[in-house]
């Protein structure tokens, strides 16, 4: 009898750990590279790199005008020849992380909006370092091997507001800085 | 063989399109972005999140005036009509109407600003006479196309790109696969990221269901008994396209197996239930 307690126990426990442990599987997906998504966004404009650092005041003001949360103070930004503009952003959102192109043009209409990479997230996972490391990276290609590539995906629906706050904020991002850097 | 895929967010949930052919890669992108434009233009139409949408002109319509008579696109024409057989068939249980209740339940976004009190002034498709392309009703009803309108996206997208492409078009869960034979996709089943099953392929289309996204719980609102049905796990679906698909994932859902058969073989369909914890089995 009680060696049939221990069994079950052992079990239990066993059963237990495995819900306690921190497992990062994660699954992503690529789509595009960012040359890949600058050619569809902007096709026969070369683009020049302007990154755009903004500071505490110009963060404030777009947290306080989109009601959404800026991140990231860095903007990883291109300019065109006529003045438009390609930025990479990352979204995260409650079960997803999202690397986004998004192309605004010079009268900051937003022209394409293309996902590059979407990474399924669970639970704690983004509070976790090695998942936080990649915010400050240009290149997320060395942490995508990590994760599990899935061909096709059949699923219930994903919400993609996170994606369209992403985008209030970029609107809001462009009206109140990049508009005003000359050419 | 060159292969692009790309993802947009459009129709409230992200659009995956992945094409590959024996052509140069700018053939493959000029085919995804006619394919995109063309979901794009049938969110213009039958978005249910937009207020400038025809079917969000249409809801407000039926809201403030439904004895008169309204003239439908043939987008919007199609889909309805395609929505009213389904309830036909399934005897009322496949309802679109019951977005009113929805949106009183905060389910879906109340941007038509319709009193929270009023669920009961609120008819159902029953009283909706539909004749080619116009509508009125006898009663104030509101329509969420929801999943359907995704599947006809899919179907109108796939419609658009030349016979010597092969790939997918992925609309949250309504899937088209053009050379679908013998090809494997994995279904999501739970919440949890490696909650994934390989399913074989066994028709064009592929339409999945569940509610482990929803953080309010389920939206399977069953309008006879006026309850919401819990799903755990994941309803998919193969079908000749994928609207049929999305809307035979909700008769499953929302209709005992016995009764949802023979639906499914009026429109050569077969299913899967998966459970949470990933065993399938099929219904057919």
Known sequence: ?183 | MHQIKRCQPLLGTFIEISLQAKLPEKALIASANIAFKEIERVQQALNFHRKDSELSQLNMALISAPNTTKVLSDDLATVLAFAHEIHLVSAGVYDISIASKLMIDKHLPNHLDIPHSSSAAFGSFSDISLQGNSICSTKPVVFDLGGIAKGYAVDQAIAKLPENISGYVNAGGDMRVIDWKNQQVSIKYARRPSALKALTLRNTALASSGSYYQAQGSQYFHPKTQRYNTIKGCISVFANNAMQADALTKVIALMKRKDAKPILKRYGASAIITNRFGFSRQVN
């Not at chain 1, 126990?9 to 590279?33: E, R």
């Not at chain 1, 937003?110 to 590059?116: A, Q, R």
Request: hydrophobic fraction near 40%; glycine fraction near 6%; charge should be neutral.
């Open chain 1, 1 to 183: 009898m009680s060696m049939l307690r221990r069994r079950f126990l052992k079990g239990l426990i066993a059963t237990a750990a495995s819900f306690a442990l921190p497992i990062q599987v994660s699954f992503a997906k690529s789509y595009l590279t960012i040359e890949q998504a600058q050619k569809i966004l902007w096709p026969e404009q070369k683009l020049t790199p302007a990154p755009v650092d903004l500071t505490e005041q110009q963060a404030d003001l777009i947290e306080d005008l989109s009601d959404i949360r800026v991140r990231n103070h860095h903007i990883n930004s291109w300019r065109s020849e006529d003045g438009g503009w390609f930025i990479v952003d990352q979204v995260i959102g409650k079960h997803e992380n999202i690397d986004l192109a998004v192309a605004i043009s010079a009268e900051g209409k937003v022209m394409g909006i293309e996902v590059l990479t979407y990474r399924e997230t669970y639970g704690d996972q983004i509070m976790h370092p090695k998942w936080r490391a990649q915010f400050h990276g240009k290149d997320s290609s060395e942490f995508l091997k990590l994760d599990k590539q899935i061909k096709n995906i059949s699923g219930a629906t994903l919400s993609c507001r996170h994606v369209t706050d992403g985008i209030n904020r970029l609107n809001h991002t462009w009206s109140s800085v990049l508009s005003k850097i000359a050419l």
